[in-house]
């Protein structure tokens, strides 16, 4: 099955700073990468997502890029803000068992915490 | 309506105890999902439904029964619960492939804290 490595495990930022949260994946059928935010005790949150045609997608201070080949992909935050701060999920997904709607592989989080 | 909702927020129950949990979705979403969530980990799937029917069984224990009356409502019921069955439990929705391909992102709800005493 899918398995995705997330690094770092906690990112210490400064306000204004960029963080980049990297993550890689197995399996080379996976097609959809979505990110998401979890503040202390809310529901995981959709930031961003790409699907494997595209290289890069951004939204105002969020970007992801994505790396077929080498199976890896990237959240890039720029000009961090203390609200910034939670624990944020790469996933990966694989047309399981034939569905298409597939089954999410999350990676492990990141902490990030950015300080004002 | 672009909201997953859950019942209870919180719920705590002795180990011979029946509960049920509910989620409820009006995004006319397909394909809902359970997911169990320890502190500091990542979401980890438990079951998916397609078109009201079990697609995805995660290997969970039989004391978990997931059910999908229908397209709106997901129930997960508990019986004779383990104390390291205490987790955040997520109930998450999304769409099934269209033919435009359109992005089939997952829609969480807020999560039921289950406390297993």
Sequence with gaps: GENVEQHPSTLSVQEGDSAVIKCTYSDSASNYFPWYKQELGKRPQLIIDIRSNVGEKKDQRIAVTLNKTAKHFSLHITETQPEDSAVYFCAARSNAGGTSYGKLTFGQGTILTVHP | ?117
């Design chain 2, 1 to 117: 309506d672009t909201e997953v909702t859950q019942t209870p927020k919180h719920l705590v129950m002795g180990m011979t105890n029946k509960k049920s949990l509910k989620c409820e979705q009006h995004m006319g979403h397909r394909a809902m999902y359970w997911y169990k969530q320890k502190a500091k980990k990542p979401p980890e799937l438990m079951f998916v439904y397609s078109y009201e029917k079990l697609s995805i069984n995660e290997s969970v224990p039989s004391r978990f029964s997931p059910e999908c009356p229908n397209s709106s409502l997901l129930n997960l019921h508990l019986h004779a619960l383990q104390p390291e069955d205490s987790a955040l439990y997520l109930c998450a929705s999304s769409r099934i492939r269209t033919t435009s391909g359109s992005l089939r992102e997952q829609y969480f709800g807020p999560g039921t804290r289950l406390t297993v005493t």
